[in-house]
């Protein structure tokens, strides 16, 4: 039985991996960037390298360090050597020495919120931005985990303002985009920030999206494009949320909100004839790539798309459920199957005094052991992770959840609805088995989930 599970196991994994491999950050970036000659070309616009006196590469996100060495990469080191500046924030686990292009570590591991060491890199991103001149090029490469790595307080709102407000929003299960519509309205960088300091000729942002329909505005809070959102939303917003008290949301940032809100300047947008964006990944790109990778291992695979939100142990429990479905032959596929999704829900945070650890993967992933505590699940697995590497405030990716998984909880007599009741999803899989350990990858898209059913006498 265990040789079974962990069978079954290795290519729900390999399928997983498969879906990160495909959005490869150096790999995506690499695709947009050629020389031919005397001309660079960056995502289709073409530039005579004569005309260009200087490349700047700036940004932010979890992806920053393989986006900027692709850029390195096909520059070369003469090009980069002669016209090549450039500063990336990034977490300081993806920190490595690059020829030109430094990579700043702007907040710790697993610490996804803005950080001292990452108000000094917006600041001096903003800065490089500003020195450009009309013969200038400014390449930005944006990624999953910019907005936190990326804070530059408006006056009056300090640093530790904007933490309890990131806080306190992410606690109570705000989306990503209302999130990045706060963050926004309380920064100097975000919601075209960036692109209203920019003095350079041509500033092209690349993006590796790490949101629901690539939604430009919200990926890394939208730096270099005209924010649809107000102060207006953003007070909304914050109201929503804290309206069982509103002092959990600190004065100045009411005041800075409420200020903007009653100004009711115009929204000010990018001149379209010099400032471009362009995505060259996301999470449709990985889940498609899990696809491929299922069926050339035998599997019938059904895709459930990659754009799923909503709440993590909701979506748990119905993968969980839906893998039981077709284990029976009532569901959308026949067994040997495999369902894949992508998308990023949101975990709600129950209210308890006692430690806790975990993320949304190792929540999902937890809720589908629940929903299979009463049933046999031989031949069944999941595996949930964040494409990024990073599950929540943990060393882990996701988790996964199968036979062996059920047989080691049940020895230790763990009970994962005790686990799940706190969110302390961590502390679960650590003792059952079942964490997801990648490392950084470089690359997000959010999460791809991969459940596997095998066929009714358990081969593939």
């Known amino acids: ?107 710790p591991a697993g610490l996804n919120e803005p950080t001292e060491e990452g108000v000094a890199g917006a600041l001096r991103i903003l800065e490089l931005v500003g020195g450009m001149t009309s013969r200038d090029l400014c390449l930005v490469l944006l990624s999953g985990g910019g907005s936190a790595l990326l804070p530059a307080p408006k006056a009056g709102v300090s640093l530790s303002d904007k933490q309890s407000v990131t806080r306190l929003l992410m606690s109570r299960g705000a989306t990503i985009t209302e999130l990045n519509t706060v963050r926004k309205q309380l920064s100097r960088i975000k919601g075209s920030g960036l692109a209203r300091m920019s003095s350079a000729g041509t500033m092209i942002t690349l993006v590796i999206s790490d949101v629901i329909d690539d939604p430009l505005d919200v990926i890394a809070s939208g730096p270099t494009v005209e924010d649809s959102s107000t102060p207006a939303d953003a007070l909304s917003i914050l109201k929503r949320f804290a309206k069982d008290d509103p002092a959990v949301v600190p004065d100045p940032v009411w005041h800075s909100l409420k200020t903007a809100a009653a100004n009711d300047a115009p929204q000010w947008r990018p001149d379209s004839s010099r400032m471009f964006q362009h995505v060259t990944g996301n ?147 650590e003792q059952a088995g079942g964490l997801l350990k990648t490392g950084p990858t470089h690359t997000n898209v959010m999460d791809v989930r991969v459940a596997l059913v095998a066929a009714p006498e358990g081969t593939l």
Request: glycine share 12%; with cysteine.
């Open 283 to 429: 999470n449709a790109v990985a889940v498609a790539a899990a696809a491929r990778r299922a069926e050339e291992l035998g599997f019938c695979v059904h895709v459930l798309g990659s754009g799923e939100g909503g709440v993590a142990s909701d979506i748990g429990r119905e993968l969980a459920g839906l893998c039981l479905q077709i284990r029976t032959g009532r569901g959308p596929v026949q067994p040997p199957a495999c369902v894949i999704s992508g998308g990023e829900p949101v975990v709600r945070l129950a209210q308890t005094s006692r430690k806790r650890k975990g993320g949304r993967n190792q929540e999902l992933a937890l809720a589908a052991c629940v929903r299979w505590l009463e049933e046999d699940v031989a031949g069944l697995v999941l595996v949930s992770g964040g494409t990024d590497g990073e599950d929540g405030p943990t060393d882990a990716a996701g988790a996964w959840v199968d036979a062996e998984t059920m047989r080691t909880m049940c020895r230790k007599n763990l009970d994962p609805r005790e686990f799940l009741a706190i969110n302390d999803s961590y502390t679960f899989f």
């Open 1 to 107: 039985m265990q040789d079974e599970t962990a069978r079954l196991r290795g290519p729900a994994i390999d399928i997983w991996k498969h879906a990160v491999a495909a959005v490869s950050s150096e790999t995506l970036v690499a695709r947009q960037l050629t020389i031919h000659g005397s001309t660079l070309s960056v995502a289709g616009h073409d530039f005579e390298l004569s005309d260009i006196d200087r490349i700047l590469v700036v940004g932010a996100g979890k992806a920053g360090a393989g986006m900027a060495s692709a850029v390195e990469s096909v520059l070369g080191p003469e090009l980069v050597a002669e016209k090549v500046t450039g500063w990336i924030n990034v977490p300081a686990d993806c920190v490595r020495p690059l020829k030109k292009i430094v990579l700043h570590p702007a907040r």
